[in-house]
């Protein structure tokens, strides 16, 4: 690891032009990703600001009956709150699929966003990576790719966003509030806030340079059977193979977002016009623009069964 200074932010303004003035500046809460990445000298940033101090950490109910999440609250902390796991149990079910206690005691929402991809290449600072050092090339093509992306991936990457959360924040159509350098709030839908590689895998999101997420949104509970299912190659403890969120009304319609087959949490809004017609309709449609490598094919047969055991289970 590289020497830093650091400093304790005073308060989000400060902490967002803190960033926004010096290149080499990182935000660090739990930690639980870039620490890791700092170790292995992916991430080498010269100046750490510390905002653990900003109080955002509170989970309240907003006046339209919806949820406001500060960007500080631990994963454990929301995945067990009485509202989260009432009213929007999808949440709460992601959240504990992911990591292990230890971390999601650490780890905090707007981190869970913001953490990057797993892709072995992108640790491996000995081989190519497009993520790590822009223009160096994509090892993951032509290389071992059983758990890369199979739609939204590009000439440049093929890697798959890790969260567990996000594919629940996509499916519940959250928001992400953040405070930009000159003071001004951003809101953001979680629809537009990740981007897929294209040529700049390295930019994972549309956040400006030192915007700071504050809370994330989420609008009020829309009911219907919210189900969370993980495949994985262990029981714990382990990044999906295929991940598939849904919140099933009883007429059979709903939201469905699967995660562990592209760049950010995949969620093809018209593909829901198929849930009654059953699992088949909706995965062919979710994937439709589909291109996987010969060793992660059976992601799409994956995606389509493990739907089928999420409509299975929302029937009963």
């Keep these: 690891m590289k020497a830093f200074t650091y400093e304790r932010a005073s308060s989000v303004e400060a902490a967002a032009k803190a960033v926004a003035s010096n290149p080499e500046a990182k935000f660090i809460a739990g930690g639980t990703n870039l620490l890791d990445l700092m170790k292995l000298e992916i991430e080498a940033p010269t100046h750490l600001i510390d905002v653990n101090g900003l109080s ?19 994963n454990t902390d929301l995945a067990a709150h009485e509202v989260v796991r009432r009213d929007y149990g999808l949440l709460s079910r992601a959240l504990v699929a992911g990591a292990s206690g230890q971390l999601r005691n650490k780890a905090t929402t707007a981190g869970n966003l913001l953490q990057r991809t797993r892709c072995p290449y992108f640790y491996d ?5 497009n993520k790590r050092q822009p223009g160096s090339g994509c090892s993951a093509i032509g290389g071992f790719s059983r758990q890369h992306a199979v739609v939204g991936g590009s000439d440049a990457c093929i890697a798959t966003h890790p969260s567990d959360m996000a594919i629940a924040m996509r499916v519940l159509d959250a928001t992400v509030e953040t405070v930009k350098a000159d003071g001004s709030e951003h809101s953001i839908p979680i629809a537009d806030f990740y ?9 994972e999101t549309v956040l400006e340079r030192g915007e700071f997420i504050t809370a994330v949104m989420l609008p009020p509970p829309i009911g219907g059977k919210h189900i969370y299912r993980k495949v994985r190659d262990r029981a714990s403890y382990a990044f999906a193979l295929v991940s598939v969120g849904a919140v099933i009304q009883p007429d059979g319609t709903g939201h469905v977002a699967v995660g562990g087959v592209a760049h950010k949490p995949w969620r093809v809004e018209a593909a829901e016009a198929e849930l009654p017609k059953g699992a088949q309709a909706v995965a062919g449609a979710i994937l439709a623009d589909a291109h996987p490598t010969e060793q992660n094919r059976f992601k799409v047969e994956l995606v389509k069964r493990t739907l089928g055991a999420v409509l299975s289970e929302a029937r009963g």
């Design 195 to 203: 981007r897929l590689p294209g040529d700049t895998p390295h930019i």
């Design 125 to 129: 600072t000995n081989q190519p990576c």
């Design 56 to 74: 955002l950490d509170k989970i309240e109910i907003t006046p339209e009956g919806g949820l406001r999440i500060g960007a500080l609250v631990r």
